[in-house]
Nanobody, 124 residues
Framework: QVQLVESGGGLVQAGGSLRLSCAVS????????MGWFRQAPGKEREFVAAIKGSGGTTYYTDSVKGRFTISRDNAKSTAYLQMNSLKPEDTAVYYC?????????????????WGQGTQVTVSS
C-alpha cells in the first residue's frame, strides 16, 4: 500500500520561504506523477503544482508561477515544494498526492493516494 507523509509546514512571515517534503512508501515512486494541492478554510481544494515521473515536466497554477518550485528525488522517493516570496493568501493546508495518470493532473479526482496534509500559515 502506498503511503504519503508530508512535512515542512509552519508559520512564516510574508516574503519568507518554506520547503515542503512528501515521503512516499512503495517501490514504484518513479512511475507516479506527484502533485501538490492546498485547501484554505471554506474553500475547495485547489491545484498548486505537479511533476511527472521522470521529473522533466512540471506544471503550476498561475498564482504560484515564479515563486514555487516542485521537484522530486526518485532515489529517495520524495517530492518537494519549495515556496518562496510567500503571501498571506498562500495560507492553507497543503497536501501531496500521487497518481499513475499523466493527463488532467490538475484535478484532485485524478489522484489515487493522498497525504494527511501540512499547515502553512503566512502572516502579514
Amino acid at each position: 500500500q502506498v503511503q504519503l507523509v508530508e512535512s515542512g509546514g509552519g508559520l512564516v512571515q510574508a516574503g519568507g520561504s518554506l520547503r515542503l517534503s512528501c515521503a512516499v512508501s512503495g517501490r514504484t515512486f518513479g512511475s507516479y506523477t506527484m502533485g501538490w494541492f492546498r485547501q484554505a478554510p471554506g474553500k475547495e481544494r485547489e491545484f498548486v503544482a505537479a511533476i511527472k515521473g521522470s521529473g522533466g515536466t512540471t506544471y503550476y497554477t498561475d498564482s504560484v508561477k515564479g515563486r514555487f518550485t516542485i521537484s522530486r528525488d526518485n532515489a529517495k522517493s520524495t517530492a518537494y515544494l519549495q515556496m518562496n516570496s510567500l503571501k498571506p493568501e498562500d495560507t492553507a493546508v497543503y497536501y501531496c498526492a500521487a497518481t499513475g495518470a499523466v493527463a488532467l493532473i490538475s484535478r484532485p479526482s485524478r489522484y489515487d493516494y493522498w497525504g494527511q496534509g501540512t499547515q502553512v500559515t503566512v502572516s502579514s
